[in-house]
């Protein structure tokens, strides 16, 4: 079950904000599905063979999701290196969890069910 939306808000316009600044977590550089502005979204991201998957805490249908699924590709900040993903896709959390090292802590939140954003990175 999703985060309440309000909490989203909250995190977007207070926490976020002081999570970049911060540069330890990974983040997510997406455009805007109407706007074309640049935005930067924090997140834990989850390192897979070919790419990553994000686990979206409020839902399939925030913002930073919406606008990666519309956009079809995003780039994703990690350690001061830019990396070019393309191809993202909802995928169910039992099908992609294997794939993760086997002491990858699932959010409460999260369930067998739950809808993950995976992405491919572009290969140079």
Known sequence: ???PRWLAQ???RV???IEIRRGVRPVLIHTGRSSGRTYRTPLDAHRLPDGYVFIPMYGPRTDW???VLSAQRA???VDGT???LRAPR???KKDVWPLL???TKTPPTITDQSSLLRMDIVSS
């Open 1 to 3: 079950m999703p985060l």
């Open 10 to 12: 909250i995190n977007k």
């Open 15 to 17: 926490f976020n904000p």
């Open 65 to 67: 999701v919406r606008n």
């Open 75 to 77: 780039r994703l900040l």
């Open 82 to 84: 830019e990396i070019e």
């Open 90 to 92: 909802l995928v169910a």
């Open 101 to 103: 090292p086997a002491a």
